[in-house]
């Protein structure tokens, strides 16, 4: 048996987006690993599937446009994101932009190298 290992919390979040959180006693793989795509580099690193990140923007309430200004990126990448394919090649959604997705379902904005920028605070000039 493996020690158990304490995940980040990106795990949940994409957890959440799964929707499973039942146990199965037969699946040996860590609960929050569980229904998620893997990638081709790393059998053990989740991936955030077209699907998860249509559902992550939609759950905050973004448009297209609105996700793409906020993760610093073109309409047209969320677009491919969540299409999961550009030109009939598959899109993998980078770790850069899973965590941001991650980042800014907790209400963090901006990051200046020493603390974070939450929604909730003003961000005028000073």
Same mark, same amino acid.
């Given at each position: 048996?493996?020690?158990?290992?304490?995940?980040?919390? &990106?795990? %949940?979040? &994409? /957890?959440?987006?799964?929707g499973s959180d039942e146990?199965?006693?037969?699946?040996? #793989?860590p609960r929050q690993l569980r229904g998620m795509a893997e990638t081709k580099k790393s059998k053990k690193e989740p991936v955030m599937s077209a699907e998860q990140f249509r559902?992550?923007?939609?759950? /905050?309430? /973004?448009?297209?446009? #609105?996700a793409a200004e906020q993760l610093g990126l073109k309409k047209r990448m969320i677009q491919y994101y969540e299409k999961g394919n550009r030109d %009939?090649?598959?899109v993998e959604i980078p770790k850069?932009?899973? &965590?941001?997705?991650?980042? &800014? !379902?907790? %209400?963090i904005r901006d990051f200046d190298g020493r !603390?974070?920028?939450? !929604?909730t605070e003003e961000t005028g000039a000073g």
């Open positions: 048996m493996h020690p158990r290992i304490d995940r980040p919390p &990106l795990f %949940g979040f &994409l /957890l959440c987006i799964t146990e199965d006693p037969e699946n040996t #793989e559902e992550w923007r939609r759950a /905050l309430g /973004l448009k297209q446009k #609105e %009939g090649r598959p850069s932009i899973r &965590l941001a997705c991650y980042a &800014l !379902s907790n %209400g !603390s974070p920028t939450h !929604s």
